[in-house]
Nanobody, 126 residues
Framework: QVRLVQSGGKSLQAGDSLRVSCEMS????????WGWFRQGPGKEREFVAT????????EYAGSVKGRFVISRDNSKSTVYLQMNALKPEDSAVYYC???????????????????WGQGTQVTVSS
């Protein structure tokens, strides 16, 4: 069984930076990609960023590109999301996810991921 445990959420001011992390435990071999998603109040869950296990490929949502950076440390089975220049519209519950088996939806789709973290709240005030 795979378990993802997130940490790092907090309340901040616009313009601040924050790094959230997500550690995977359990049967971690053969993981292919990590993803970060978020869900704001009254909104659907949306894609934020993804990175392949080998770190060679990453993608970002247009709304965060240039401000957020996804990275991973395979030795710690951990993925990070560095969030810079935060805006109030970045306020959401952030979820990490891991993909083991490609289903063909693409890494920007939540259906592509097999296991999810518990979510961590990030609140940005203006």
């Amino acid at each position: 069984q795979v378990r993802l445990v997130q940490s790092g959420g907090k309340s901040l001011q616009a313009g601040d930076s924050l790094r959230v992390s997500c550690e995977m435990s359990g049967h971690t071999s053969n993981a292919y990609a990590w993803g970060w998603f978020r869900q704001g109040p009254g909104k659907e869950r949306e894609f934020v960023a993804t990175i392949t296990w080998n770190g060679k490929n990453s993608e970002y949502a247009g709304s965060v590109k240039g401000r957020f950076v996804i990275s991973r440390d395979n030795s710690k089975s951990t993925v990070y999301l560095q969030m810079n220049a935060l805006k109030p519209e970045d306020s959401a519950v952030y979820y990490c996810a891991v993909q083991f088996s490609a289903l063909g939806y693409g890494l920007g789709r939540s259906e592509e991921y097999d296991f999810w973290g518990q979510g961590t709240q990030v609140t940005v005030s203006s």
